[in-house]
Protein backbone atom coordinates (compact mmCIF):
# COMPACT_ATOMS: atom_id res chain seq x y z
CA UNK A 1 0.00 0.00 0.00
CA UNK A 2 1.19 3.59 -1.00
CA UNK A 3 1.20 6.16 2.22
CA UNK A 4 -1.51 8.99 1.01
CA UNK A 5 0.02 11.81 -0.53
CA UNK A 6 -0.59 14.70 1.73
CA UNK A 7 -0.58 17.37 -0.27
CA UNK A 8 -4.06 15.33 -1.88
CA UNK A 9 -5.47 15.23 1.01
CA UNK A 10 -8.88 18.08 1.83
CA UNK A 11 -11.67 17.29 3.16
CA UNK A 12 -14.62 17.47 1.13
CA UNK A 13 -17.42 17.83 3.52
CA UNK A 14 -17.25 21.80 2.96
CA UNK A 15 -17.07 20.77 -1.07
CA UNK A 16 -20.31 20.27 -3.34
CA UNK A 17 -24.08 18.98 -1.41
CA UNK A 18 -24.64 16.70 -3.83
CA UNK A 19 -22.42 13.01 -2.55
CA UNK A 20 -19.17 12.40 -3.71
CA UNK A 21 -18.82 11.19 -7.39
CA UNK A 22 -16.59 8.25 -7.64
CA UNK A 23 -15.15 6.37 -10.94
CA UNK A 24 -14.48 3.10 -10.94
CA UNK A 25 -12.29 2.06 -14.17
CA UNK A 26 -12.67 -2.05 -14.59
CA UNK A 27 -12.44 -4.20 -16.87
CA UNK A 28 -14.01 -7.49 -15.03
CA UNK A 29 -17.39 -6.48 -14.08
CA UNK A 30 -17.07 -9.33 -11.34
CA UNK A 31 -14.41 -7.11 -9.58
CA UNK A 32 -16.54 -4.10 -10.46
CA UNK A 33 -19.66 -5.13 -9.22
CA UNK A 34 -18.77 -5.22 -4.99
CA UNK A 35 -16.82 -2.29 -5.27
CA UNK A 36 -20.16 -0.17 -7.57
CA UNK A 37 -22.45 -1.52 -4.46
CA UNK A 38 -19.64 -1.01 -1.77
CA UNK A 39 -19.78 3.16 -2.70
CA UNK A 40 -23.95 3.14 -3.60
CA UNK A 41 -24.60 1.89 0.16
CA UNK A 42 -22.67 4.44 1.41
CA UNK A 43 -24.54 7.19 -0.49
CA UNK A 44 -21.62 7.68 -3.13
CA UNK A 45 -22.86 8.45 -6.89
CA UNK A 46 -20.90 6.33 -9.31
CA UNK A 47 -19.57 6.26 -12.92
CA UNK A 48 -18.53 3.29 -14.12
CA UNK A 49 -15.81 2.73 -16.98
CA UNK A 50 -14.45 -0.89 -18.25
CA UNK A 51 -11.57 0.65 -19.69
CA UNK A 52 -9.15 3.48 -19.98
CA UNK A 53 -10.69 5.09 -23.11
CA UNK A 54 -13.96 4.94 -21.52
CA UNK A 55 -12.85 6.29 -18.15
CA UNK A 56 -11.38 9.41 -20.46
CA UNK A 57 -14.52 9.99 -22.64
CA UNK A 58 -16.26 10.28 -18.75
CA UNK A 59 -13.89 12.39 -17.38
CA UNK A 60 -14.12 15.32 -19.70
CA UNK A 61 -18.26 14.68 -18.63
CA UNK A 62 -17.48 15.67 -14.94
CA UNK A 63 -14.92 15.62 -12.30
CA UNK A 64 -15.04 13.04 -9.80
CA UNK A 65 -13.91 13.38 -6.75
CA UNK A 66 -12.03 9.41 -6.27
CA UNK A 67 -11.08 7.47 -9.26
CA UNK A 68 -10.50 3.62 -8.76
CA UNK A 69 -8.41 2.11 -11.21
CA UNK A 70 -7.40 -1.11 -12.58
CA UNK A 71 -3.56 -0.87 -14.02
CA UNK A 72 -4.00 -3.49 -16.81
CA UNK A 73 -7.38 -3.90 -18.85
CA UNK A 74 -7.68 -5.20 -22.52
CA UNK A 75 -6.10 -2.48 -24.64
CA UNK A 76 -4.40 0.69 -24.38
CA UNK A 77 -4.35 2.80 -22.61
CA UNK A 78 -4.00 1.27 -19.45
CA UNK A 79 -4.74 2.74 -15.76
CA UNK A 80 -1.68 4.19 -15.20
CA UNK A 81 -1.88 6.04 -18.03
CA UNK A 82 -4.99 7.45 -16.84
CA UNK A 83 -3.78 8.34 -13.33
CA UNK A 84 -1.12 10.25 -15.12
CA UNK A 85 -3.77 12.21 -17.25
CA UNK A 86 -5.65 13.07 -14.15
CA UNK A 87 -2.72 13.93 -12.25
CA UNK A 88 -1.72 16.23 -14.85
CA UNK A 89 -4.20 17.80 -15.78
CA UNK A 90 -5.06 21.24 -13.92
CA UNK A 91 -8.86 21.00 -14.50
CA UNK A 92 -8.79 16.84 -12.21
CA UNK A 93 -5.53 16.81 -10.52
CA UNK A 94 -7.23 17.23 -6.95
CA UNK A 95 -8.92 14.01 -7.92
CA UNK A 96 -7.66 10.89 -5.36
CA UNK A 97 -6.56 8.41 -7.65
CA UNK A 98 -6.81 4.68 -5.79
CA UNK A 99 -4.72 2.14 -8.24
CA UNK A 100 -6.17 -1.22 -8.25
CA UNK A 101 -4.45 -3.95 -9.62
CA UNK A 102 -2.79 -7.36 -9.36
CA UNK A 103 0.40 -6.00 -9.79
CA UNK A 104 2.04 -6.52 -6.71
CA UNK A 105 6.08 -5.81 -8.23
CA UNK A 106 8.09 -3.25 -5.96
CA UNK A 107 8.49 -1.20 -9.58
CA UNK A 108 4.97 -1.56 -10.47
CA UNK A 109 3.91 0.24 -6.91
CA UNK A 110 6.93 2.86 -8.13
CA UNK A 111 5.10 3.57 -11.38
CA UNK A 112 1.86 4.32 -9.21
CA UNK A 113 3.60 6.53 -7.18
CA UNK A 114 5.92 8.43 -10.15
CA UNK A 115 2.10 8.36 -11.98
CA UNK A 116 0.49 10.10 -9.08
CA UNK A 117 -1.50 7.78 -7.42
CA UNK A 118 -2.55 8.67 -3.88
CA UNK A 119 -2.75 4.79 -3.18
CA UNK A 120 -1.65 1.50 -5.04
CA UNK A 121 -3.77 -1.48 -3.22
CA UNK A 122 -2.49 -5.65 -4.75
CA UNK A 123 -5.77 -7.38 -4.95
CA UNK A 124 -7.42 -9.14 -3.50
CA UNK A 125 -8.34 -6.72 -1.27
CA UNK A 126 -11.47 -6.72 1.19
CA UNK A 127 -14.15 -4.00 0.62
CA UNK A 128 -13.44 -3.35 4.46
CA UNK A 129 -9.77 -2.21 3.71
CA UNK A 130 -11.08 0.12 0.66
CA UNK A 131 -13.38 1.98 2.30
CA UNK A 132 -11.12 2.07 5.27
CA UNK A 133 -8.60 3.54 2.53
CA UNK A 134 -11.21 5.52 1.05
CA UNK A 135 -12.20 6.94 4.46
CA UNK A 136 -8.75 8.49 5.20
CA UNK A 137 -8.71 9.71 1.76
CA UNK A 138 -10.89 12.52 2.88
CA UNK A 139 -13.85 11.05 0.19
CA UNK A 140 -16.86 11.02 2.92
CA UNK A 141 -20.02 9.03 3.44
CA UNK A 142 -23.04 11.58 3.56
CA UNK A 143 -24.16 11.96 7.13
CA UNK A 144 -27.55 10.39 7.23
CA UNK A 145 -26.09 7.58 5.36
CA UNK A 146 -25.23 4.54 8.54
CA UNK A 147 -24.82 0.93 6.90
CA UNK A 148 -22.20 -1.81 7.60
CA UNK A 149 -19.91 -2.38 5.10
CA UNK A 150 -19.70 -6.07 3.27
CA UNK A 151 -17.74 -8.65 4.04
CA UNK A 152 -16.98 -9.29 0.03
CA UNK A 153 -13.30 -9.50 -1.33
CA UNK A 154 -12.03 -8.67 -4.94
CA UNK A 155 -10.10 -11.26 -6.25
Known sequence: MVP?????????RDAAQAPPLVMIVEDDPHVRRPIVELLKLHGMRVVEAANADEALEALARGEPNLVIADVMMRGKPEGFDVCWKIKTNPATNHCYVIMLTGLSDPCDIDNGRQRGAD?????PVSMGML????SKLGVI????????????RLN
Not at 4 to 12: E, F, G
Open 4 to 12: VNPSAVHNL
Open 119 to 123: QYLVK
Open 141 to 152: IMPDVRAETPPA
Open 131 to 134: WEII
